[in-house]
């Protein structure tokens, strides 16, 4: 069974700061892996899919990366704002049955 | 308008009672997902369907039932509502089951069972 980890659990940093999510997976058979954005209260926003033959996806501010061999996918947000403060969840769909495995998300928070 | 709906946002509902979750997609999305998010647990999967007659069984299905006669409708109901199954509950569909797409989710509905 795949299982998807994500490290920090929650993150504070000071307005400006260049930071890094982190995304890890057990299993490597996976079709894709999705990076989303959850605000309180709020469901799911998707931000970046990376194809498991893809390296990395770029939108904006952000970066993902996914490294397959080694079952990990980084979240880089670049000059974050207080804006980007929400809960940050990531996905892999595995070859069997098309299903999505969720991390447990990391909370985000941006002080002014 | 267009996209993923849920309703009701919120229900509560006492212990025993049946309840239904609304679920509509206006993309014609084959893929439609069932997720339960918990503090602790994160979102797992309860039910999911491929297309239109064709639902399986995700991570958590025990006490939940699903049908899925049209494509853009996939409601969940809860057969004997339970203190166990006060949660959030997120609706998602995605077009295939291909490498290229995304999921897309509902709003929500907060799910509270007295």
């Known amino acids: 069974k795949q299982e998807v980890t994500q490290i920090p659990a929650a993150l504070s940093v000071p307005e400006g700061e260049n930071l890094v999510l982190n995304c890890s997976f057990t299993?490597?058979?996976?079709?894709?892996l999705q990076w989303f954005r959850q605000d309180p209260g709020k469901g799911l926003t998707s931000l970046l899919l990376?194809?498991?033959?893809?390296r990395e996806q770029t939108s904006g501010r952000l970066n993902a990366s996914l490294d397959k061999s080694s079952g990990r996918s980084t979240l880089y947000i670049a000059a974050s704002q207080p804006g980007d403060s929400a809960t940050y969840l990531c996905?892999?769909?595995?070859?069997?049955?098309?299903?999505?495995?969720f991390g447990s998300g990391t909370k985000l928070n941006v002080k002014p | 308008d267009a996209g993923i709906t849920q309703s009701p946002r919120y229900k509560i509902t006492e212990t025993g009672r049946q309840v239904t979750l609304m679920c509509h997609q206006t993309?014609?999305?084959?893929?439609m997902f069932w997720y339960r998010q918990d503090l602790g647990h994160g979102l797992r999967l309860i039910y999911y369907?491929?297309?239109?007659?064709?639902?399986d069984k995700g991570e958590v299905p025990d006490g939940y039932v699903v049908s899925r006669s049209k494509t853009e409708n996939f409601p969940l109901t809860l057969e004997s509502a339970t203190r166990s199954q006060t949660s959030v509950y997120f609706c998602?569909?995605?077009?295939?089951?291909?490498?290229?797409?995304?999921?897309?989710f509902g709003q929500g509905t907060r799910l509270t069972v007295v």
């Open positions: 990376i194809q498991s033959s893809q």
């Open positions: 998602a569909s995605s077009l295939t089951g291909g490498v290229t797409t995304e999921a897309f």
């Open positions: 996905a892999v769909k595995g070859y069997n049955f098309n299903k999505f495995y």
């Open positions: 993309w014609s999305h084959s893929y």
């Open positions: 369907s491929a297309a239109a007659d064709i639902t």
């Open positions: 299993d490597s058979a996976i079709y894709n």
